[in-house]
């Protein structure tokens, strides 16, 4: 069989494999609800309105969710390695997941350090805060490393100073959690474990739309994407206009990973991961094929972390950081090792 | 026909001169050999003439403009380059390295088309690495690595070809290989190129024109058979003792 | 570094503070307060309305946080038809938090309660064995709610904690209950705390109950910290273990803080201003603590809590006076019950820490007082 039909099988296998998991996700659950139930609220006329709440209002956004959000940071992971042209290189390397923590940290702990009197002047605001106050840090930090990333030349100069950018709004994020009270705390430990329960129904369509705007951008990169793989000068001599082309990468995987870690909270891993088990499975370097199929993947792997996450018997969701990390970081490695 | 021209040509960073204004002219079909110790600006030299970074001052005429007057596509179109860096992903495969060589000419999704294919297809012929084709470029030898970047050029369909160093880190045989390949681009296809190179005695067998320049001095362009006469690499490089072949 | 920080901060809160005075003026109707039911607590009002009570909770995090409460044998009046209604006694009921549901137990109200979170934590035996008959299901953890679980009881009501920047509300759309916030803990008065147990006993339409058993508490309370406020030669105390070397103290304004003033305790830190807790390294401790007379320490060890156990988690302990003089007072959570009982006790804990401040004070009817909560560790 030729490369081609392979990759073609296990592209309609992976398929099939999301749509199982995917229907899994709906059906699976800490609430275990017998298959008649489940069977009723799909095609009969009386189902069980809370079986139909927790499938349709809870399950169901939750799964679409995991969906976006796990095509967005995998993309955003293959943008960021691409360009960097280093296998190791995810968004989290660009400070901006640290950058939408420190947002969170300060709109949740300095209300907390001033006490209640100040937050309820807030009102409503300060429940929209933590989404609100993730998507303008990590959306501060994209503005200075594209900022950096004008006045370097060199990428991985540009990955040190992302480093560095990490650390610094990581350090005042400690140093703020340092001056307050332990309740305060709590709201901040919440978002940093990550959950796909908190778009929910009313927020869905906003992001899954912004998502897709992302995800449409990256398609339209794939010849550009292709090019650099050459190296810069080599890119620039094909006629790309280097600069521009580095900062819209580094623009749309920035917002991916801002909007996503906004809602979902800063979820490691499948942005490293998934690019890699991609390139290995498929062996090939054509973004043109890469980028839709590591959103794909990106999906795929994103819905089985969240199964796991909420499988019975456990009391409470699991943090869907652990999920990722406990699911990705073998894939690495059996991936590395097969190879060789 | 002349392909390039350069007039009171300064090159360097920062407006600081690296070099004495520069004057030379070329015609197409002519292999030329840049030589000189490290350092004297042969990279500064090609980074200028392939548009990477700006004259400090003075002008470049290709093919009778201006450089700058091109965009950048059609400098694509008119100037290949083949580099010491090369690629490095683990999935990159030759066939795609040389098909990058459309870029200029395919569309915005980068869609190879029938054509593409052909040019393709005939660039790997020429370089000779057609059963390369389907293997990963990380695979290859350096040599292949070499063939496989100048057949990406080929692909790029340029009338002129830079060079650097196109024979450094590989094994005597395929140097040779390479200098007949270069020549025979030249002669039969009419491509014109410049590279750097530092394997004197094999570069004089196969070039037409040789460009000197070393730290301070004046780029001096001279045909070979005249420099093997005159001594003049002995004077400009104050070696001790002459070349000969 | 510091310096930024407070600068920012002193910002920050001028301009909240100026929001302040201006939503209190849009807000006029709410100083009127002639009417409220609530006496002590800052962060809910009990007003009477036709037939029923409008109840308001202020925690800061919602807006909407105004019920009209009516006996389900009561027809609601018209014109509070579009109003967010509480129907009591409610038929079932989340619990969030322990000091919730120990209302509900304490009114004998328990099978109201469906729900619960963190079950793991507590000693209540009642509570285990309802959790294990199934009669009460643990929804998970207030850092990780288990949505299904709880939209899979279906609650008229879920009675929540409210923290900064969480937001419960979709619990509430997901399950169709009412959400009823309960930030107990903002309240820094100790009679403020005890108060909300009239939320509960509204809910439960025991409201008669909660208001006789408050009265009660305010008495004894009153009158005992009456008696101590005279008293001049005040004992110095301090709070808490560390944790890692860090202490996380109570501040001069919290709720400890005014039962030790009000106990004719000296607390160490006094002075400060926040109601909250506050992060103190070793060495400011010992520099402040060492000679205080009494330490305050709150444990869940199931195991024997001895001084000698605690020199060997901690060089430091010895150097500290109150425990050189064996001065501990410890309450053992999981003996006590005391995050899910004492803040409805006030007096109790007010009785006790009289008890081992000035135990002359303890007459009439506190006469042959054991402490409850806090006793002193003796080896």
């Known amino acids: ?340 | 026909m002349e392909v390039l021209r350069t007039k009171d040509l300064h090159i360097g960073y920062k407006d600081k001169a690296i070099l004495p204004p520069i004057n030379v002219s070329l015609d197409e079909g002519n292999l030329i050999a840049l030589i000189g110790p490290n350092g004297a600006g042969k990279s500064t030299l090609f980074k200028t003439l392939t548009a990477h970074i700006k004259p400090i001052s003075g002008s470049i005429e290709l093919l009778g403009k201006e450089l700058f007057e091109y965009s950048s596509k059609e400098k694509a179109m008119l100037i290949g380059l083949v580099l010491t860096e090369r690629p490095d992903d683990m999935f990159l495969k030759v066939y795609d390295v040389v098909a990058s060589g459309r870029c200029p000419y395919t569309n915005f999704f980068g869609k190879i088309e029938k054509e593409d294919e052909n040019i393709i297809q005939e660039s790997l012929e020429i370089v000779g690495i057609n059963h390369l084709k389907d293997r990963y470029f990380n695979t290859l030898s350096d040599g292949e690595k070499q063939k496989v970047m100048i057949a990406k050029t080929l692909a790029q369909n340029t009338p002129i070809i830079f060079m650097d160093e196109p024979t450094a880190f590989i094994d005597y045989p395929s140097k040779i290989e390479l200098f007949s390949l270069m020549k025979m681009l030249t002669k039969e296809r009419n491509k014109t190129i410049i590279f750097s190179s530092h394997d004197l005695e094999l570069l004089l067998r196969y070039t037409d024109d040789i460009w000197m320049i070393s730290k301070g001095k004046e780029l001096v362009s001279a045909k070979k058979d005249d420099l093997l006469e005159s001594g003049i690499l002995k004077e400009y490089f104050n070696l001790k003792e002459d070349i000969k072949i | 570094m510091k310096k930024l920080i407070v600068v920012l901060f002193s910002i920050i809160y001028m301009i909240t503070s100026c929001n302040d005075d201006l939503k209190n003026k849009s807000r006029g109707e709410y100083t009127n307060d002639t009417l409220n039911l609530v006496t002590y607590a800052q962060n809910f009002k009990i007003y009477p309305v036709e037939s029923g009570y409008r109840l308001l909770i202020i925690d800061g995090f919602k807006d909407n946080n105004e019920f009209y409460i009516f006996n389900d044998t009561v027809v609601i009046p018209e014109e509070f038809a579009d109003k967010q209604i509480i129907k009591t006694p409610i038929k079932s009921a989340v619990a969030f938090s322990s000091t919730q549901w120990s209302v509900f137990q304490k009114l004998g109200e328990i099978a109201r309660v469906k729900g619960v979170l963190e079950s793991n934590y507590t000693t209540n035996n009642e509570i285990l064995r309802l959790v294990a008959e199934g009669k009460i299901t643990d929804v998970g953890m207030s850092t990780n709610v288990n949505a299904e679980k709880l939209i899979n009881l279906q609650p008229d009501l879920i009675l929540y904690t409210p923290y900064p920047g969480i937001d419960f509300s979709h619990l509430g759309e997901l399950s169709g209950a009412t959400m009823l916030s309960f930030p107990d803990y903002l309240e820094s008065h100790p009679l403020g705390r005890a108060e909300w147990m009239k939320v509960v006993g509204l809910l439960c339409g025991k409201e008669d109950v909660t208001n006789q058993w408050f009265e009660d508490v305010v008495r004894r309370y009153e009158s005992l910290s009456y008696k101590c406020s005279t008293i001049e030669n005040k004992p110095t105390v301090f709070s808490d273990l560390p944790f890692e070397n860090q202490w996380y103290v109570p501040g001069g304004n919290s709720y400890i803080a005014k039962i030790f003033a009000d106990a004719g305790g000296d607390y160490i830190w006094k002075d400060n201003e926040s109601a909250g807790s506050l992060h103190i390294d070793a060495e400011s401790v010992l520099l402040k603590a060492q000679q205080a007379d009494f330490w305050r320490v709150i444990n869940s060890y199931d195991t024997p809590f001895t001084y000698d156990r605690l020199k060997n988690e901690n060089e430091l302990y010895p150097l500290f006076k109150a425990f050189k003089e064996k001065q501990l007072l410890v309450c053992n959570v999981r003996e006590c019950g005391y995050f899910e009982k004492s803040q409805y006790e006030p007096d109790v804990l007010l009785a006790d820490f009289i008890y081992h401040f000035h135990p002359e004070f303890l007459t009439d009817e506190w006469e042959n007082y054991t402490p409850r909560y806090f006793k002193l560790l003796v080896k």
């Open chain 1, 1 to 340: 069989m030729s490369r081609n039909k392979i990759n073609i099988s296990i592209l309609i296998a992976i398929i099939f494999l999301g749509i199982l998991l995917f229907f899994l996700n709906l059906f699976v659950g800490s609430v275990t609800i017998p298959f008649a139930d489940l069977f009723n609220v799909f095609f009969g006329s009386e189902g069980n309105q809370t079986v139909s709440t927790i499938v349709f209002d809870y399950r169901l956004p939750q799964a679409v969710t995991a969906l976006f959000a796990g095509a967005a940071l995998s993309v955003a992971g293959l943008l960021m390695q691409t360009l960097f042209r280093n296998p190791l290189a995810d968004p989290s390397m660009l400070g901006i997941s640290s950058g939408a923590g420190l947002g969170v940290a300060i709109t949740i702990l300095l209300t907390g350090i001033l006490g209640a009197s100040a937050l309820s002047t807030m009102g409503i605001w300060s429940n929209l805060g933590v989404s609100l106050a993730a998507f303008v840090g990590a959306t501060l930090v994209l503005m200075l490393i594209l900022g950096f990333s004008s006045r370097v030349r060199n990428m991985t100069t540009l990955i040190i100073i992302g480093l560095m950018v990490s650390y610094l709004a990581g350090s005042l994020t400690d140093i703020m959690k340092f001056f307050s009270m332990k309740e305060d705390i709590h709201a901040f430990v919440i978002w940093g474990m990550g959950s796909f329960s908190a778009v929910g129904t009313s927020k869905l369509m906003f992001f899954s739309t912004s998502i897709v705007i992302g995800l449409f951008a990256s398609l339209l990169m794939s010849k550009n994407l292709n090019v650099i793989l050459l190296g810069d000068l080599y890119a620039e001599n094909l006629g790309v206009n280097v600069k521009r082309n580095n900062l819209f990468i580094i623009l749309v995987s920035g917002y991916l990973t801002a909007i996503v870690t906004a809602y979902c909270g800063p979820i490691a891993f499948l942005g490293l991961a998934i690019p890699h088990l991609t390139r290995f499975i498929f062996k090939t370097s054509d973004h043109r094929i890469l980028v839709p199929v590591v959103m794909l993947i990106g999906m795929v792997v994103s819905l089985l972390c969240n199964l796991v996450a909420r499988m019975p018997g456990f009391e409470g969701n699991l943090p869907i950081n652990a999920v990722t990390a406990f699911i990705g970081a073998p894939i690495v490695i059996w991936v590395i090792l097969r190879k060789r």
